[in-house]
């Protein structure tokens, strides 16, 4: 979720999601007996046949497992997941104003899109601002569990990559309160090209569908590195915005 300084590029392993599959059948014992291959006569036959059919029946232990169903079938339109106010309001002169999409082999299970631009105010110094958001949709999986289940899982290890972002100062993890099922917000500091950068990282699970949006910003040419409070009150915004979008999209 990190982003570094100007013209770096949206980088991102996205993850897949695996085909949904929603009741699977226990496996059934093989038989005990090694000689109805050996039989002689047709009534040893018979016996052999009626051991053949015991074989795959099920026992009355064995059932079928159910697994919760995922409750969001669809993505937003990931570049238009948060408005376009919002986007110019947080990434004023952004090269492309309706966001550069991430490749995505998969657009109904995985997608992002990113903005990026500096706010060139000539001898008062410049600010650069970035902004990403990325979708994850997980499905239900008898083996693999429900989508919910996936995506929390999911949401675990994203938020430990973050607290691993090397060379973060004063970083900081508080619970997002008000945002989706559950939610992890993220505050670090980081030296990038000579220049401080501030960060903010949002982790959302909505449903079977998680969230993660990165909103970082830095003053150049003696302008002031934006505040903490700056940097994430405006990444509460836009992140509020996309989890809606996940809403809206499968209504």
């Known amino acids: 979720m990190q982003r570094s300084a100007p013209r770096t590029r949206?980088?991102?392993?996205?993850?897949c999601a695996a085909?949904?599959?929603?009741?699977?059948?226990?496996?059934?014992?093989?038989?005990?007996?090694?000689?109805?291959?050996?039989?002689?006569?047709?009534?040893?036959?018979g016996q052999g046949q009626t051991?053949?059919?015991?074989?795959?029946?099920?026992?009355?232990s064995q059932s079928t497992k159910k697994v919760e169903p995922a409750k969001f079938a669809k993505l937003p339109q990931v570049c238009k997941a948060i408005s376009a106010k919002t986007t110019a309001s947080l990434v004023?002169?952004?090269?492309?104003?309706?966001?550069?999409?991430?490749?995505?082999?998969?657009?109904?299970s995985r997608g992002g899109c990113s903005w990026n631009g500096l706010d060139d105010k000539g001898?008062?110094?410049?600010?650069?601002?970035?902004?990403?958001v990325s979708f994850y949709r997980y499905d239900s999986d008898a083996v693999l569990?429900?989508?919910?289940?996936?995506?929390?899982?999911?949401l675990a290890k994203e938020l430990a990559k973050v607290q691993e972002t090397p060379g973060a100062k004063k970083l900081k993890t508080v619970t997002a309160n008000g945002i989706g099922d559950e939610a992890k917000t993220v505050t670090y500091q980081l030296r990038k090209?000579?220049?401080?950068?501030?960060?903010?990282?949002?982790?959302?699970?909505t449903g079977n569908v998680l969230v993660?949006?990165?909103?970082?910003?830095?003053?150049?040419?003696?302008?002031?590195?934006?505040?903490?409070?700056?940097?994430?009150?405006?990444?509460?915004?836009?992140?509020?915005?996309?989890?809606?979008?996940?809403?809206?999209?499968?209504?």
């Open 10 to 15: 949206l980088s991102r392993i996205l993850a």
């Open 19 to 45: 085909v949904p599959v929603m009741l699977v059948a226990a496996g059934c014992s093989s038989s005990d007996s090694g000689d109805s291959g050996k039989t002689q006569g047709e009534g040893q036959q």
């Open 51 to 60: 051991s053949a059919s015991a074989s795959v029946t099920p026992s009355p």
């Open 92 to 108: 004023p002169k952004a090269k492309t104003k309706g966001g550069t999409p991430a490749a995505s082999s998969d657009l109904a």
């Open 123 to 132: 001898v008062k110094g410049s600010q650069y601002r970035w902004l990403d």
């Open 145 to 154: 569990g429900s989508g919910q289940e996936r995506a929390q899982e999911n």
């Open 193 to 205: 090209t000579d220049e401080d950068f501030q960060y903010t990282s949002v982790l959302v699970r």
């Open 212 to 251: 993660l949006l990165s909103y970082n910003g830095a003053g150049y040419a003696g302008a002031e590195t934006p505040s903490e409070k700056t940097i994430t009150n405006g990444a509460g915004t836009a992140v509020k915005e996309a989890v809606a979008a996940v809403a809206a999209a499968n209504k």
